[in-house]
């Protein structure tokens, strides 16, 4: 892989910067403004703060990879991961796709473009993960399941076979969606919530 610039520095970009570091991966740096709350204080495991997101641009799109390191919760930064992304790709950058070496997934999933798939999670055969989703810590997604764009499945959930999640869906932790539901895009599932029926418009 291609050197690579973490884009923000909170507790979501310190779990990626823990698996690119095991995989001796080549890092530039991470991008953030040095008084964003809940930033790492640089310089990082060595790893320098290179500026604010603008400074990308000094590399060229053919030259790195990206890594989006903010998370997704709901609140008013509920699509900010969504609208960085987006700004970086029209721009002709490529983010990585990232897996934790204990993750476990099945030889014919198909994982998108920046997809992240975190410790402990599992990922059966036939499913489909969609462009910069993150499968977080001990996420399990069974059989021929399939997921919008930018889907956020929070650590422990439990996604069943044969499950659709729509576009810029927020799944909460330790929830349960049983076999064969469908959710709308953009939904919003709270933590430890049991779904049983599909959810034909945003939850």
Do not use: W
Request: aromatic share 6%.
């Amino acid at each position: 892989m291609k050197p690579v610039i973490i884009i923000g520095s909170g507790g979501h970009a310190r779990v990626l910067l823990d698996i690119l570091l095991r995989k001796s991966q080549a890092i530039l740096g991470f991008t953030d403004l040095p008084h964003q709350k809940n930033s790492l204080s640089p310089p990082f495991l060595n790893i320098p703060l290179i500026g604010s997101d603008e400074q990308i641009f000094n590399y060229p799109p053919d030259a790195i990879h990206l890594v989006n390191g903010l998370g997704m919760i709901p609140g008013p930064g509920l699509f900010r991961r969504r609208d960085i992304y987006q700004k970086f790709k029209d721009y002709g950058y490529t983010f990585a796709t990232i897996v934790h070496p204990s993750a476990v997934i099945a030889e014919d999933v198909i994982l998108s473009e920046g997809v992240q798939v975190m410790a402990g999670a599992v990922i059966q055969t036939g499913s489909v993960i969609g462009e910069n989703c993150i499968i977080n810590t001990r996420t399990a997604v069974d059989h021929d399941t399939v997921l919008g764009r930018h889907v956020h499945l929070a650590p422990g959930t439990t996604v069943c076979g044969n499950v659709t999640i729509g576009e810029g869906s927020f799944v909460g932790a330790g929830s349960t969606i049983i076999p064969g539901i469908k959710i709308a895009a953009n939904s919003i599932i709270k933590a430890g919530s049991l779904i049983k029926y599909k959810l034909d418009t945003p939850y």
